[in-house]
């Protein structure tokens, strides 16, 4: 019987949320999550993953304790469908964001990246969001002539 | 059934995904201090090596420079030098003590970066115990601004005075030399002095030593003090064999000697070969024997019946009293 009965109540609250929406012809508010996909009723794109691209950096060559350059990027949205971007983290690594020890001597302890300058909000499907990152020299009182005339790496994740 | 609704919702939606990571690559770059350019010393050298170069180019502010030297095996500071003491520019000059071939590197500084570049070789010469060269002054026995001597004093040389004109005493002093009271002779042979006694600042010290010098033996070299010299009783300079030894007295302050006071030569020490530069005011004492040249930056007193073996050249007046001055052991 009292399974019965909470049966006969799943049943109507589809009713009435289905007749709600059908009858009422209101303002509906979706959401979709970064792993959703549609079931069957969607039409939009699916969930393409934010790219980051950046510019030659501008500003004189770093040097310990010197001038600051700014490196400019953008984060793309390649899908169709809008994305949020709400965060940006800038770091010195390798590829893939693996640790930089490419330069003996000369590691990402030796600069420091300001945060990054955007305006977080939604990506419409093909478009982009531009932003700023500041790099600099640290002088840490050691020998860093290793660090003379490096490029170094940065590693941009969007999400 | 939420994304149902959504779809089945006839208004307008403000849908968007909640973007999975992106990334991607950027670059930064880091320059470059610029190191000196054209460091150069000249193929062979005395004991005195000028190291020049061109200022580092590039836009870096370069604190200052620092020099080493390096004989092919070991570097060592250069110029008075170092990482943490640095000159704003070139050129310097190094003192070598010891003759060699060296390479030069001059290193720019900012911050913690370096840039070094080096010269070519130089050949240093030293002749650690090369006499020094009087020159016009060498005839005299007694070169002052003026010379007075009370007493029945003899030289073996000349006597004169420049830049004034007083000598005096003479008779009853006496000299198998000239006297020039002033005039281009004497003017000439203070120039040589005055040569030859920047050429005893420069020499390296071999040795140091401080106090009264009573019993020392000294070997040739270059024996430095930097206060007064004092000798109460006797000091010996032992040639070691060589009749060509020689020893420089460096004294960065006064001399003096007492009374009965007497300098040895043995082993072939020769007092032509024996120099005195002294940075003040020397004087012998009374009956005392003093071998060499004496070259005074002030005035020199030789003590009544002192005698001296060599020569009295000063800056400053030269007093004399019934002394002996001779250039050799055999009157």
Known sequence: MTQLNSRTKKIAIVAITLALVLGGGGIAFAYWTSSGTGTGVATTGTSTGLTVTSSAPTGSALSPGGPTQTVAFSVNNPGTGSQAVTSVVVSVASAGGAAWTAIPGCSASDYSLGTPTITYGTIAGGGSLLGSVTVTMVALGTDQDACQGVTVPLYFVAS | ?331
């Open chain 2, 1 to 331: 059934m939420v994304l149902a609704i959504g779809s089945l919702s006839s208004s307008s939606a403000a849908a968007y995904w909640s973007s999975p990571a992106g990334s991607g690559a950027g670059v930064a770059s880091t320059g470059v201090l610029s190191p000196p350019s054209d460091v150069t010393v000249p193929a062979s050298s005395g004991s005195s090596v000028t190291v020049g170069w061109t200022a580092s180019a590039g836009v870096l502010p370069v604190e200052g420079y620092y020099v080493t030297r390096n004989d092919g095996a070991v570097t060592v500071a250069a110029c008075s030098t170092s990482p943490t003491s640095l000159i704003s520019a070139g050129p310097c000059t190094d003192t070598v003590a010891t003759a060699g071939t060296f390479v030069y590197t001059v290193t720019a500084v900012y911050r913690t970066w370096a840039a070094s570049a080096s010269s070519g070789t130089v050949t240093v010469v030293i002749a650690p115990y090369g006499g020094l060269d009087l020159g016009a002054a060498a005839s005299f026995s007694a070169l002052g601004s003026a010379v007075t001597s009370g007493g029945p004093t003899t030289l073996r040389g000349d006597v004169g005075s420049s830049p004034g004109v007083a000598v005096t005493g003479f008779p009853p002093a006496a000299t198998s030399g000239t006297i020039y009271a002033g005039g281009a002779t004497a003017d000439s042979a203070k120039t040589a002095f005055t040569n030859a006694y920047a050429d005893a600042l420069t020499r390296v010290p071999t040795t140091h030593f401080a106090g009264d010098q009573n019993g020392s033996t000294f070997a040739p070299g270059v024996h430095q003090t930097g206060g007064a010299f004092a000798l109460t009783g006797t000091m010996v300079l032992d040639g070691g064999g060589d009749p060509g030894a020689i020893f420089i007295f460096q004294v960065d302050a006064a001399l003096n000697t007492a009374a009965g006071s007497t300098i040895q030569l043995i082993n072939g020490a020769s007092p032509e070969n024996v120099f005195w530069q002294v940075n003040g005011a020397a004087g012998t004492g009374a009956n005392s024997t003093f071998e060499g040249t004496i070259l005074a930056n002030g005035a020199i007193t030789i003590g009544a019946g002192g005698t001296l073996i060599g020569r009295a050249l000063a800056v400053d007046a030269i007093t004399l009293a019934s002394n002996t001055i001779r250039f050799t052991e055999v009157p």
